[in-house]
């Protein structure tokens, strides 16, 4: 079965970079997304990669994918504090409907 | 904003009693899907319903059901309440199946208390 794995918590200051962690188990060709949810709020969707695909740019977030590893990260440029929040590494096969979910990720961002 | 709304934000509620949450997905989206989180579990998938059929099933209790109107709207349903059923539940919208490109997006969810 799937399983998606990422460490609990990460700290860093205003201005450095983000690097998140996820590894997962599907072999079979798949999707992968970040989604962040901030406290009281919903999952946001930031990006997403399929799995033939190394890497995925979009503004200060950067996705990189060893598939080989099946590793996946997410690296956060500049961050801010504002960028304070759990992110959520999630997997679904290419012919499927269902998301499984990493435990979280919580990103501190300090000034 | 996702534009998947979802009522009510808050319910808090006493054990063996039944609720119902609602949802409603983003213009012209067919498909609808419900999670839980909970501290112990994490983000789940329960159920999913594609055009007001069943599409998809995860780990849904058979004290839940679901199911979604030809306004395309979900109402989770859920029974003979327990504590351990104290979660945020999420509804997700996706415009086709939920295959290929397909992406899920997220409502605010509901939080739920049972006392």
């Known amino acids: 079965g799937e399983d998606v794995e990422q460490s609990l918590f990460l700290s860093v200051r205003e201005g450095d970079s983000s690097v998140i962690n996820c590894t997962y188990t599907?072999?079979?060709?798949?999707?992968l997304y970040w989604y962040k949810q901030e406290p009281g709020a919903g999952l946001q969707l930031l990006t997403y990669i399929f799995s033939n695909m190394d890497m995925k740019q979009d503004q200060r977030l950067t996705v990189l994918l060893n598939k080989k590893d099946k590793h996946l990260s997410l690296r956060i440029a500049d961050t801010q504090t504002g960028d304070s929040a759990i992110y959520f590494c999630?997997?679904?096969?290419?012919?499927?409907?269902?998301?499984?979910f990493g435990k979280g990720t919580m990103l501190l961002v300090s000034p | 904003d996702s534009g998947v709304t979802q009522t009510p934000k808050h319910l808090i509620t006493a054990t063996g009693q039944r609720v119902t949450l609602r949802c409603s997905p983003r213009?012209?989206?067919?498909?609808v899907y419900w999670y839980q989180q909970s501290l112990d579990q994490g983000l789940q998938f329960l159920i999913q319903y594609y055009n007001g059929e069943e599409r998809a099933k995860g780990n849904i209790l058979e004290r839940f059901s679901a199911q979604q109107f030809p306004d395309l709207h979900s109402e989770l349903n859920l029974s003979s309440l327990e504590l351990g059923d104290s979660a945020l539940y999420f509804c997700?919208?996706?415009?086709?199946?939920?295959?290929?490109?397909?992406?899920?997006?997220f409502g605010p969810g509901t939080r739920l208390t049972v006392l």
């Open positions: 999630a997997e679904r096969e290419s012919g499927y409907s269902t998301l499984t």
């Open positions: 213009s012209g989206d067919l498909s």
């Open positions: 599907d072999s079979s060709s798949t999707y």
């Open positions: 997700a919208s996706s415009v086709a199946q939920g295959g290929g490109t397909d992406t899920q997006y």
